[in-house]
């Protein structure tokens, strides 16, 4: 079967981190290109824009924009005006409400829209939904706690409108939780927290519950130094369920159930060739529908300034 020609947009940490060797490692696509303001690929023809891109490589099956999420929509639209199969990084948009013309806009062009959520592909995830299913579940903690001067270093976007935050990490617990729980939960208080200088918070607390009342907390920090945290543990009738380091660990009180190396990205780009194939798009926004209700109904408190 011919390959997918795809192409990368915006080469940045994720592009190089885990696009790239998740591409080079998946059967049935290829790197045919990269658009990047700033950067180029040695062997790997190279665009300026995406705009570039598109006039000048017509030969392009499919685009993973690995930009920030404000960008992302008028790249997403333009590329599947163009006929490609679009790849979203998370979260899929910066606002709800875009995400529903461009699956229109794929289903009429008869392309794939694949709106990602790596953390779904983390190795325990699959065994913590099958555990889950038919329990009696009594409360779910939820600690993402990871130092935003390591991870995203001089990332402003991240603190700009839209670029969500603390819930940038965060909203990956959101993505888990959505999938291995077997019911639908919701948002019932919030309170975030937002540096004096910045537009999106940088610590949050969130209480979700269901329709059978069940206990959900979650405390999302962006300061955190020391171990870095996150983790989901759910009390059962049968003990308490833990999934640790974002999903790569699972482990029922003390028995270890899977312990792996994460490869959140090769799955997710198999299932992304799969889609291609079936003629299949996978668009969820459960996980930002969880993030906009913050906004919504949280109570804002303003805290010290924050500079790189
Ligand atoms: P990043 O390092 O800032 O890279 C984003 C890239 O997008 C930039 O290097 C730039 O690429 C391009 N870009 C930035 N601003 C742009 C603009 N205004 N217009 C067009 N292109 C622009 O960010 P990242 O960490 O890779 O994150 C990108 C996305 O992946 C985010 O949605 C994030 O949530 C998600 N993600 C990140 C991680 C992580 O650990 N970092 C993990 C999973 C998912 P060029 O200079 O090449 O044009």
Known sequence: MTPIRIAIVGLGKIARDQHIPAIAGTA?????????????????????????????APDIDAVALCTPPQ??????????????????????????????????AADAAGKTLFATWHSRFAPAIESARAF?????????????????????????WIFEAGGLGVFDPGINALSILTRILPRRFFLVRATLA???????????????SDE???????????LQTGP??????????????????????LA??????????????????????????????DVDLAPLAHVADAFMLGRRTIVAPFTW
Do not use: C
């Not at 696509?29 to 190279?46: Q, W």
């Not at 329990?135 to 995203?152: G, L, M, Q, T």
């Not at 959900?216 to 962006?222: G, K, L």
């Not at 090769?266 to 003629?279: E, P, T």
């Open 28 to 56: 049935g696509l290829v790197l045919a290109a990269v658009a990047s303001r700033n950067a180029t690929l040695d062997g790997v023809a190279h665009f300026a824009t995406l705009d570039e891109l598109l006039a000048g």
């Open 71 to 104: 960008v992302r929509r008028h790249q997403a639209a333009a590329a599947l005006r163009a006929g490609k199969h679009v790849l979203l990084e998370k979260p899929p948009g910066a606002t709800l409400s875009e995400i529903g013309p461009l699956e229109t």
């Open 132 to 156: 889950l299913a038919g329990r009696n579940i009594r409360a779910v903690k939820i600690e993402w706690k990871e130092d935003v001067r390591h991870w995203h270093p001089g990332q402003d």
């Open 194 to 208: 937002f540096p004096a200088n910045r537009d999106s918070p940088i610590a949050a607390e969130l209480d979700f």
């Open 212 to 222: 059978t009342g069940l206990p959900i907390r979650a405390e999302f920090d962006f």
């Open 228 to 249: 870095q945290i996150w983790d989901i543990h759910i009390e059962t009738d049968a003990g308490t369920l833990s999934l640790a380091g974002g999903g790569a660990r």
């Open 252 to 281: 029922l009180d003390r028995h270890v159930m899977v312990d792996e190396t994460e490869g959140e990205y090769a799955g997710l780009y198999r299932h992304f060739v799969d889609l291609v194939r079936r003629g299949a798009s």
